[in-house]
């Protein structure tokens, strides 16, 4: 079935360093690709999000490209901060999924915790 | 705009008890949803409502039951709590059902535990 992987955290990093979160998924047609973030006793908010082959999502200095020769939408920032530590999840949304389009599968959710 | 609001936002319950989680949303959305947050589950869907009248069951439906109100309010009762409905409850709300392409807007979140 449809279905999204994402790499299993906890991930820490210090600051200023590299991100890249790996986020794979199966679908049966073209989704909708999309990065949420949960900051911590809050609720998901949209980071970013990408609609069709090659599009690339960005915001607040993440990135990520959705390819679709790899099935993949990795999550990328070039320079971490403190303020980003958050549990970040990879979600895909198809057309006529389940009976009712747009309804949201989401990845398990990687913790990030980024140290001064 | 208050977006999506939650309540309550703690809750404690006993085996068997019963209880309504309130949704509402001011941003004029048709879609609304009820998700539930496990520890290394990522989040589950437990009912949706695509449009005001319609509601429709999701991955994991089972002890629950859900009311479309009216356009802006969406229920999740749980008519006799188990321990295993001990999770984070998430109400979200999207623009139209019809676009698989929008963006979906949460709540806070329900910490609702069953002992």
């Known amino acids: 079935g449809d279905s999204v992987t994402q790499m299993e955290g906890p991930v820490t990093l210090s600051e200023e360093a590299f991100l890249t979160i790996n986020c794979t998924y199966t679908a049966t047609g073209y989704p909708s690709l999309f990065w949420y973030v949960q900051y911590p006793g809050e609720g998901l908010q949209l980071l970013l999000k990408?609609?069709?082959?090659?599009d690339k999502g960005s915001n607040k200095g993440f990135e990520a490209t959705y390819r679709k020769e790899t099935t993949s939408f990795h999550l990328e920032k070039g320079s971490v901060q403190v303020s980003d530590s958050a549990v970040y999840f990879c979600a895909l949304s198809l057309m006529n999924y389940g009976g009712s389009q747009g309804n949201l599968i989401f990845g398990k959710g990687t913790k990030l915790s980024v140290k001064p | 705009n208050a977006g999506v609001t939650q309540t309550p936002k703690f809750q404690v319950l006993k085996t068997g008890q019963s209880m309504t989680l309130q949704c509402a949303q001011d941003?004029?959305?048709?879609?609304m949803y009820w998700y539930r947050q496990d520890p290394g589950m990522g989040l589950r869907l437990i009912y949706y409502?695509?449009?005001?009248?319609?509601?429709d069951k999701g991955e994991v439906p089972n002890g629950y039951n859900v009311s479309r109100l009216n356009k802006r309010e969406f229920s999740l009762r749980l008519e006799s709590a188990a321990p295993s409905q001990t999770s984070v409850y998430f109400c979200?709300?999207?623009?139209?059902?019809?676009?698989?392409?929008?963006?979906?807007?949460f709540g806070p979140g329900t910490r609702l535990t069953v002992l």
């Open positions: 979200a709300s999207k623009i139209q059902g019809a676009t698989y392409t929008d963006t979906q807007y």
């Open positions: 990408a609609t069709k082959a090659d």
């Open positions: 941003m004029n959305h048709n879609s």
């Open positions: 409502s695509a449009s005001e009248g319609t509601t």
